[in-house]
């Protein structure tokens, strides 16, 4: 396997790495989808995957077995964000997928979705006094390489969206100081966007699209769609 490379890739490039064999960017992970019609089949898939990938590059893979798909995720144990070694490990798991006549795809089937990851933000007047809180409340611990004070915090199981602090200058007690980032896939967006406003949603700020849209619900309940553009 190739090692990570001095430079970092920029996030179009990682991309353009990993788009035409089914994958992802998003936020800092690749995702892919892996449709299949059992448990046994998602099995067979998975025993491929691990007999494969050997025990170094297993720590960047994770995998969630459903009876209809299974869901990967491959990222830097080292970086913020994937390199070579990890575009290496995402397209060795698509051929694992494709000698067993399966496929990569960020979509499965009838699905109305893409692959996506959700985030939690929270407007915080003091992060470093709160952000303790959540970490017990919620079981949670530091992003690896993000230990600071201000820093998010993530599920260690990788189950839960990852919990992120906005620093406000001042209290805002007209809005909601609690918000869901939707993290998708850079050509889901748009459609996305226009599923929230066709639901009766609002657009309430479109000037860092296509890094982030923010939207609100009919009582101003505000969620970012995001996606990895516009970011390098």
């Known amino acids: 396997m190739t090692h990570e490379q001095s430079q970092p890739f920029t996030r179009q490039q990682l991309s353009d790495a990993v788009s035409p064999a089914g994958w992802r960017l998003v936020l800092t992970l690749l995702r892919t989808n892996v449709a299949v019609d059992s448990f046994v089949e998602a099995g067979a898939f998975t025993a491929a995957v691990a007999s494969t990938i050997d025990a170094p590059a297993a720590a960047h893979v994770g995998l969630d077995v459903r009876p209809d798909r299974v869901i990967v995720t491959v990222e830097s144990i080292r970086a913020m964000r994937p390199g070579q070694a990890e575009i290496d490990i995402a397209l060795r798991i698509s051929a694992t997928a494709a ?11 009838t699905s109305s979705r893409s692959v996506q990851a959700v985030e939690i933000g929270i407007d915080a007047l003091d992060i470093a006094k709160i952000r303790p809180f959540w970490k017990a409340v919620m079981g949670y611990a530091d992003e690896v390489g993000r230990t600071g004070p201000e820093d998010a915090i993530v599920d260690p199981y990788g189950a839960g969206p990852a919990i992120w602090f906005q620093q406000m200058d001042a209290p805002r007690p007209q809005r909601n100081r609690i918000h869901l980032d939707m993290s998708v896939p850079h050509d889901e967006a748009e459609s996305r966007l226009a599923a929230a406003l066709a639901a009766g949603g609002t657009l309430v700020s479109g000037k860092a699209a296509p890094a982030f849209w923010v939207l609100a619900d009919a009582e101003g309940n505000e969620v970012c769609i995001t996606t990895w553009q516009g970011r390098d």
């Open 99 to 109: 000698e067993l006549g399966l496929a990569t795809s960020p979509d499965v089937g």
